[in-house]
C-alpha cells in the first residue's frame, strides 16, 4: 500500500477527496485563532477545504458548524473574512 493517495474530506461540502487537493486549516496554540496551514506540518488538530470551491465551502461549514466541530472550537476562533481572503489569495496565486 506504499502508493495509496491520503484522502480527507472536505469540511464544508464533506466530499472525499486526494489529500493534494484540499488545504488544512490548523488551530494555532499560541494564539487560539485558526489560520491555512499551507505546510501541512503544524501541530495539533487540522481540518480540510476544498481548495478550488474554498470559500464556498468555507460559508458551508461556518453554517453547519462542521469546521468548528473537526477543529473542537468555538465559533468565534473562526474569522472568517480573514481565512476567506487568505483562500481567495491562495486560488489565485495558483492559478497564476
Do not use: N, W
Not at 488538530?45 to 468555538?74: K, M, N, P
Amino acid at each position: 500500500m506504499s502508493g495509496a493517495t491520503p484522502l480527507r474530506t472536505c469540511a464544508g461540502c464533506r466530499l472525499v477527496r486526494p489529500k493534494a487537493e484540499l488545504v488544512r486549516l490548523a488551530v494555532i496554540a499560541a494564539s487560539g485563532r485558526v489560520t491555512l496551514d499551507l505546510s501541512g506540518r503544524f501541530p495539533g488538530r487540522g481540518a480540510y477545504l476544498c481548495r478550488e470551491t474554498g470559500i464556498t465551502c468555507l460559508r458551508q461549514s461556518r453554517r453547519h458548524r462542521s469546521l468548528a466541530r473537526s477543529l473542537r472550537v468555538g465559533d468565534d476562533v473562526i474569522d472568517e473574512p480573514t481565512l476567506a481572503a487568505a483562500l481567495r489569495e491562495l486560488v489565485t496565486e495558483e492559478s497564476t
